[in-house]
């Protein structure tokens, strides 16, 4: 139950499973699902040994993911005590805090050279971003894992590397978050990310 102007929490229900249904039938699809070679993401994710639960939150990051205009698309999805608190996904639209994060990271740790396509909004921060500030004040941080999903078409399981990049893993190790699951060329991977 949430408080009197709180926003509600997403729990993984069979109504979630269900929109999600209905989105891969293509009843609520707004013209933005292409069509993707390679497994499905349950059997994907089946196949790297992951829970019930992190089926639906993959899955539902995939879904986010095919909202996004930028060339590679990628989604991601917060889930904290078995309810998304938070989705987002990478756009063209450029972002003063993404713009941040890419100059605190290129500063401290002189990982990439500067992009300016860089500076579009990344789907880990779009996602951290989309959490309700009432919602954000309750979370246990360091309880809740990020799962990071991109859809690469080309390649054999219709999924590609999404591990987030330095900039987007230093906003995840500074907001709290210790976990992050994300999808590989190969399959996906778990990091626990260790405190600062």
């Avoid at 829970?51 to 996004?68: M, N, P, Q, R």
């Amino acid at each position: 139950m949430h408080k009197a102007g709180q926003t509600p929490r997403t729990p993984y229900t069979a109504d979630t499973e269900g929109r999600q249904n209905a989105d891969m039938r293509g009843n609520r699809n707004n013209g933005k699902n292409r069509q993707r070679d390679g497994v499905d993401m349950s059997t994907l994710a089946r196949m790297n040994g992951m829970t019930g639960k992190d089926i639906l939150a993959l899955t539902a990051a995939a879904k986010v993911a095919e909202e996004s205009d930028y060339q590679q698309r990628v989604g991601a999805v917060i889930v904290c005590h078995g309810e998304i608190v938070g989705m987002g996904h990478n756009e063209n639209k450029t972002d003063p805090q993404q713009k941040a994060y890419n100059r605190r990271c290129r500063a401290d740790f002189r990982v990439f050279e500067y992009h300016p396509h860089l500076d579009g909004i990344h789907a880990e921060l779009a996602a951290i971003k989309s959490v309700p500030w009432n919602v954000a004040h309750d979370i246990r941080w360091n309880k809740a894992c990020i799962y990071v999903v991109r859809l690469a078409p080309g390649l054999h399981n219709g999924y590609g590397m999404a591990r987030p990049c330095p900039a987007c893993m230093y906003a995840v190790k500074e907001i709290g978050i210790r976990h992050v699951v994300y999808t590989t060329n190969d399959g996906i991977a778990k990091e626990t990310i260790r405190p600062a």
